[in-house]
Structure formats: C-alpha cells, structure tokens
C-alpha cells in the first residue's frame, strides 16, 4: 500500500532557527512530490518537485527531492512566528487502474516561539 | 474571489440523517478532488473528477457517499444515513490538466452526533 511518512511528528524551536522536515515515501509509479502548508483552514501550496526538478527555493524554505532514498526534506531558515503550521507532504503516484491520486503523509506541526 | 469555495462551512447534524455539501472550484479548473481529513491526519483522497467523469474512488467512499459534478463546474458530496465515524473536516481541491499544484477550498466541517 501506498504510504509517506513524515518526521518529526512535531517540532517547537524559537524564532531565528533554522528547521528540517523530513518526508519518505513508497509509491508505485511515482509521479511528483508535493509540499503544503496547512495553518487553520485549508492547505496552502509551497513546492512541487519532480525528476526534472528536485530542488525549488522560495525565500526562507527550500526543498530537496532525493529519488535515490525515495525521501524529501523542507528547510525553514530563520523561522519566524508565522511560520507556525502543519506541514503536509504528499506524493502524486498512478493507481493500479492508471488513474492518479495523492497520498498525504500526517503532517509534522512547527510551532515558532517567539 | 476566485479561489475554491465550499458551502457549508460547518454541518452538525444527528446520525442517521442525510447531507450535502457542494464545492465550486476554480473556474478553469477541469480537475475537482474531494479529500476527507481528520484530527492529527493529512487529508486522504477520497475521489476526483475531470471535467464532469469520476476517474477514481478510494476504498474510502464507502456506498453511502456518491460524489457528482453533472456539467463539469461544481460538485457535490453527499453522505447519507450518517454516522459518527463521518466526523471530520472535508477538502475540495481544483487543479488545471494533470498533477499540478491543488488549491484548496477551505473545507466543511462535519459534526456527526
């Protein structure tokens, strides 16, 4: 069965620190991977990364694709409060009857203090 | 506003009963997803349509849910004889062509008692 796991579960730093969040996956006939941050309502879209694309940076987060060890993290420099949210990783993969779907990893919850 | 919208934003009702929500999605989207996302969890997919074709359904959706999208715009998620297990926030999402980006609308609610 299709599966992304994420790590850690949660996170708690002080502003100013610099943070990484782990998602693996096993899917067949990956397809692309995705990040989101979710705060109160509905997830929001940050990264999309594929075989021609495993690296994308915006501002204070980057991502990294590593398809070798079938993993990606996300990198927050200098978190600040508002970057307090759940962080979803989910992963684009083909259904055996060759539709598409996304599997969603839990999520890992980065509280910022100030 | 252009972004995806869900009606209700909050349903309680008492198990048993029937309801409904509808999602309006992009308007140039032709891909609609409907995900179901509990406390702790990520979303997980329930099913997808393009234009107005139902591509895919989890095991998930069980008989007592159907999903629509009869002219290929908005859609509707129906959940009938509810049950407490039903209890959670439900994502509709739009997105153009094949796997780009999902936008999210800001989900319904569902309180089952």
């Known amino acids: 069965e299709d599966k992304v796991v994420q790590s850690p579960l949660s996170l708690v730093v002080h502003e100013g620190d610099t943070v990484t969040l782990n998602c693996s996956y096993e899917?067949?006939?990956?397809?692309?991977l995705l990040w989101y941050k979710q705060e109160k309502k509905a997830p929001t879209f940050l990264f999309m990364l594929?075989?021609?694309?495993i690296e994308k940076k915006s501002g204070r987060l980057s991502s990294i694709l590593d398809k070798k060890e079938l993993s990606s993290i996300l990198n927050i420099t200098a978190t600040q409060t508002g970057d307090s949210a759940i962080y979803l990783c989910?992963?684009?993969?083909?259904?055996?009857?060759?539709?598409?779907?996304?599997?969603f990893g839990k999520g890992t919850k980065l509280t910022v203090n100030p | 506003d252009t972004g995806v919208s869900q009606d209700p934003r909050h349903k309680i009702t008492k198990r048993g009963q029937n309801v409904t929500f509808r999602c309006d999605p992009i308007?140039?989207?032709?891909?609609l997803y409907w995900y179901r996302q509990t406390l702790g969890q990520g979303p997980e997919f329930l099913t997808y349509?393009?234009?107005?074709?139902?591509?895919?359904k989890s095991r998930l959706l069980s008989d007592r849910f159907s999903a629509e999208r009869p002219k290929g715009s908005f859609s509707t998620l129906e959940i009938q004889r509810t049950e407490q297990g039903d209890s959670a926030m439900y994502l509709c999402?739009?997105?153009?062509?094949?796997?780009?980006?999902?936008?999210f609308g800001p989900g319904t609610r569902l309180t089952v008692l």
């Open positions: 999402a739009s997105s153009l062509g094949g796997w780009n980006e999902q936008f």
């Open positions: 899917v067949t006939n990956f397809r692309s």
């Open positions: 594929t075989s021609s694309g």
């Open positions: 989910a992963v684009a993969a083909i259904t055996q009857g060759g539709s598409e779907k996304l599997v």
């Open positions: 308007s140039e989207h032709n891909r």
């Open positions: 349509f393009q234009n107005e074709a139902q591509l895919e």
